[in-house]
């Protein structure tokens, strides 16, 4: 059987396996006037670490959608240990069994460059309100590959397409994202020295599977090694009216 990345991540339970872990979501979270009239759409929620926090933090309306069977264990474990009325959905956001028009924000974390770029940016423009807010944190290019490094990582992530800044914000003008409030790319070497724990938590399962060890090691060696030419990009956009 072959393993993602992805599965990974579900059987170790990562909380915030993004650039930057929950400590920098909750420092992007804090540059929001959110509301608790508001209603909010975590896209890729993982274990829903975010989700959660959202719910008891601003005790706004919070919907949390993951495709992964393990992700979505987790999170509803989470959710009733709180006792959060988070709603939760089993689904792509490639193509989300959600009405348009619905949601003041969107948080993208490390999730939309796993899945075919196109679908998911114009799922995240359908299911804004006019002048929603999309908080998106997503892998980025800041240097050229070569062709062999380019696939090396393309297949240990699953990736279809690595967007440099300039591409991502095309992508994002082309869906309905008119205004870009705020945008930095950072390299992951930024991240690479930090001793403090960035506020992950971590649920594993009760067995894991040992080549799920070696695929950790292998993303932690090609965070390295790439650590100048792959990095985190940061948008805060707004949804044309």
Not at 63 to 69: E, L, N, Q, S, V
Request: proline share 4%.
């Amino acid at each position: 059987m072959i393993y993602s990345y992805t599965d990974v991540l579900a059987e170790f339970g990562v909380g915030s396996a993004h650039p930057g872990g929950f400590l920098l979501t909750k420092e992007l979270l804090s540059t929001l006037p959110i509301k608790k009239e508001n209603r909010i759409l975590d896209c890729g929620c993982g274990t829903g670490q975010t989700a959660s926090y959202l719910s008891s933090t601003f005790h706004c309306d919070v919907t949390a959608i993951d495709a992964h069977p393990v992700m979505i264990e987790k999170a509803r474990n989470r959710f009733n240990a709180e006792d959060q009325s988070t709603r939760l959905i089993k689904a792509s956001i490639e193509a989300m069994p959600l009405p348009d028009l619905t949601f003041d924000i969107l948080i993208s974390e490390s999730a939309a460059v796993f899945t075919d770029l196109g679908r998911t940016l114009r799922e995240y423009a359908r299911v804004l309100k006019p002048e929603g807010t999309l908080l998106l944190n997503e892998m980025v290019l800041l240097e050229p590959l070569k062709e062999e490094e380019e696939l090396k990582i393309k297949d240990m992530y699953g990736v279809n397409e690595l967007l440099y800044t300039d591409e991502w914000l095309k992508r994002l003008s082309e869906v309905g994202f008119s205004t870009i409030h705020s945008c930095l790319a950072s390299p992951v070497s930024s991240l690479l020295d930090q001793q403090q724990d960035r506020g992950n938590d971590f649920f594993p399962s009760d067995e894991i599977n040992p080549h799920f060890h070696e695929l950790l090691a292998k993303h932690q060696q090609l965070s390295r090694t790439f650590a100048s030419k792959l990095g985190f990009l940061l948008v805060i956009a707004e949804r044309k009216k």
